[in-house]
C-alpha cells in the first residue's frame, strides 16, 4: 500500500515538468502550421551585371512586410509610410500634379521626346497602365517597341537587326539603354489619395498588392541589367517573373 | 531514499523544462571560418534564450549607450523580426560576385546570414523572436530613463 501510494505520488510529481517541456517543444510547431500565409505578393529585383564576373543581385521582399515595415521608418522625407514631395516642386516638377494630370485623362501617349542625342522619353497611360519608355544612346540607335514580346528578345531582335543591316552599328547599339517603367493607375490613385505634398506609399503597396503578376521596371544598358517585378512567388529565379520567360 | 528520488526527479524535470525552453527559442549561432595560414575559425552556440537575460545584467549605463546608437534602426528590426516570422523560409537577399556569395534568408523562424569566399566562411544564425526581444528590452530600458 505504501509502496503504491509511492508510485502514485512519484508520478504526480515527475508529469507537469515533463508535460510542460513537452508542450514547450511543441509550441513552435504549432506556430509554424499557422504562419504560413498563401497569396502573399512578392517584390523582387534583380540587378545583373554584365562584367566578366557576372555580378548578380537577387532581392525578395514580401509586400505585406514592407507596408507594415515603411511607418516604422522615419528619416529625411519618409514619415508614417508617406513621403513628402515639396523637395521634387523645388526642382521644378510637381510631380503630384502630373501624375493627377495623367489619372484624369484618357489613354494616349502624353509626352515624346525625340531628344538630338539619342535620348527618346515616351510617357502614356494604356490599359490602366502609367507607361513610361527611356532610350538614351549615345550614337545613332533605332528604337523599337514590341508590346507583345518581352526584352530581352526586343534586345536580340535589335541586335540582329543591327548586325544584318548596319554591321557597324553593332557597337554603338552596345551603348543603349533602356528604361521601362509600367505602373498600374490604381496604384497611382493610392499614391495620391494622402495630402497634397505627399504621397502615400503604403496605400500604393496595399494597392500593389492586389495586382496580377507585373513588370514594374526594366532596365537595360551595356553594364546592367534591372528588373523589378511582383508576383506570388518567394524566390528570384532565372525563369521568374511575369511572363516565365528568361529575361 | 524517496527523498533522493524526487530531488533526482526534480533536477531531470528542471534540466528537461530548460532544456525545452532553449530548443523553443532557438540557437544564435556565429561560426567564422579562414581558410588560411594562422586563420581563425571562430564557432559560437548560444541559446538565443539567454540574450535577452543576459541584457538584464548588462550596466544601465551601457544599455542606454546601445539604444541610442540604434535608435533609429531599432523599431524597423523590431517590425522586420516580427512579420518575416509570419512568411515562408525565403531568401531575402543574393548576391554573386565571381566566387563571393552572400545571403541573407529565413530559415525555421531565425534569420540567416551566411558569406562564401574562397579563403573565408561566415555564418551566423539568429532567431526572429531574439531580435524582436532584444529591440524590446531596449526600447523599454530607454523609457525607464
Not at chain 1, 527611356?134 to 540607335?141: I, M, R
Request: aromatic share 4%; with cysteine.
Amino acid at each position: 500500500m505504501s509502496l503504491l501510494l509511492n508510485r502514485t505520488s512519484l508520478q504526480s510529481f515527475k508529469t507537469p515538468p515533463l508535460l510542460l517541456a513537452a508542450a514547450l517543444l511543441l509550441a513552435p510547431l504549432a506556430g509554424y502550421a499557422q504562419s504560413t500565409p498563401s497569396g502573399d505578393r512578392w517584390l523582387h529585383v534583380r540587378v545583373v551585371s554584365t562584367d566578366s564576373k557576372g555580378e548578380t543581385v537577387c532581392v525578395n521582399v514580401p509586400l505585406e512586410l514592407a507596408e507594415k515595415v515603411l511607418p516604422a521608418i522615419n528619416k529625411n522625407q519618409l514619415h508614417g509610410g508617406k513621403i513628402t514631395i515639396d523637395k521634387l516642386d523645388e526642382e521644378g516638377v510637381d510631380l503630384r500634379a502630373v501624375l493627377e494630370a495623367v489619372r484624369g485623362s484618357k489613354d494616349g501617349e502624353f509626352v515624346t521626346v525625340n531628344g538630338k542625342d539619342g535620348e527618346d522619353v515616351r510617357v502614356a497611360k494604356q490599359g490602366g497602365f502609367l507607361l513610361v519608355h527611356v532610350t538614351d544612346a549615345s550614337g545613332h540607335v533605332a528604337h523599337h517597341h514590341h508590346a507583345n514580346k518581352d526584352s530581352q528578345e526586343k534586345d536580340q531582335d535589335d541586335k540582329k537587326s543591327a548586325d544584318r543591316d548596319h554591321p557597324s552599328k553593332a557597337a554603338v547599339t552596345a551603348n543603349v539603354s533602356h528604361v521601362e517603367v509600367k505602373i498600374p493607375m490604381s496604384v497611382v490613385d493610392a499614391l495620391l489619395s494622402g495630402k497634397k505634398d505627399e504621397l502615400d506609399l503604403v496605400a500604393g503597396l496595399r494597392m500593389l498588392s492586389v495586382q496580377g503578376d507585373t513588370e514594374l521596371v526594366s532596365v537595360k544598358d551595356e553594364e546592367n541589367t534591372v528588373r523589378v517585378w511582383i508576383d506570388s512567388k518567394n524566390t528570384n529565379g532565372a525563369v521568374d517573373g511575369p511572363g516565365g520567360g528568361t529575361r | 531514499m524517496i527523498l533522493l528520488a524526487k530531488v533526482g526527479l526534480g533536477i531531470v524535470g528542471a534540466v528537461a523544462v530548460t532544456g525545452a525552453y532553449t530548443f523553443r527559442e532557438g540557437v544564435m549561432r556565429v561560426d567564422v571560418d579562414e581558410y588560411r595560414a594562422n586563420g581563425s575559425h571562430v564557432h559560437v552556440w548560444l541559446p538565443a534564450a539567454a540574450i535577452p537575460m543576459a541584457m538584464q545584467l548588462m550596466p544601465r549605463r551601457d544599455m542606454q549607450k546601445a539604444f541610442r546608437e540604434g535608435r533609429e534602426f531599432m523599431p524597423v528590426a523590431r517590425a522586420v523580426a516580427h512579420e518575416l516570422g509570419r512568411f515562408p523560409d525565403s531568401v531575402l537577399v543574393e548576391v554573386k560576385d565571381g566566387d563571393e556569395h552572400v545571403t541573407i534568408s529565413t530559415h525555421h523562424g531565425a534569420i540567416r546570414i551566411d558569406v562564401s569566399q574562397p579563403d573565408e566562411q561566415v555564418h551566423v544564425v539568429c532567431p526572429l523572436a531574439t531580435i524582436e526581444d532584444v529591440t524590446q528590452e531596449l526600447a523599454e530600458e530607454h523609457r525607464g530613463i
